[in-house]
């Protein structure tokens, strides 16, 4: 799981492949953030050992309340049961619909025409 985009830094890095590198989730206050990685590739992230070097963090993710609810509530994560990771599935699906805290020195960015990939 992952999203695809091309994105050029402001200080010319260019890169295409975004992964979440990490989430924290907190069920009983309703709230999820979560770290939006931009690599070069695909094939850059895949052949890199672990832990993974990304060019940079492009964007943050961040779900309280009513937002919350509506991509990891229960009834929500059971519609996408049958993936690897139903939290990091919702995750991609919030990435490219609400608005992201941008960085790599972007003044914002948006996800809304990133390929799932």
Do not use: W
């Not at 492009?58 to 309280?64: F, M």
């Not at 059971?78 to 990091?88: K, N």
Request: with cysteine.
């Amino acid at each position: 799981m992952a999203l695809q985009k091309s994105i050029t830094l402001p200080n010319g890095a260019t890169g295409d492949y975004i992964h979440i590198s990490e989430y924290a989730r907190d069920v009983d206050n309703r709230y999820v953030s979560c770290h939006l990685n931009l690599f070069t590739s695909a094939a850059h992230y895949a052949s890199q050992p672990a832990p993974k070097q990304p060019i940079c963090l492009i964007a943050k993710l961040r779900l309280s309340g009513a937002k919350y609810d509506a991509y990891l509530s229960t009834a929500a994560l059971a519609a996408v049961a049958d993936t690897e990771d139903a939290v990091r599935a919702q995750l991609y699906v919030a990435a490219k619909v609400e608005p992201l805290i941008a960085g790599g020195g972007l003044q914002s960015i948006s996800l809304v025409d990133a390929l799932d990939v």
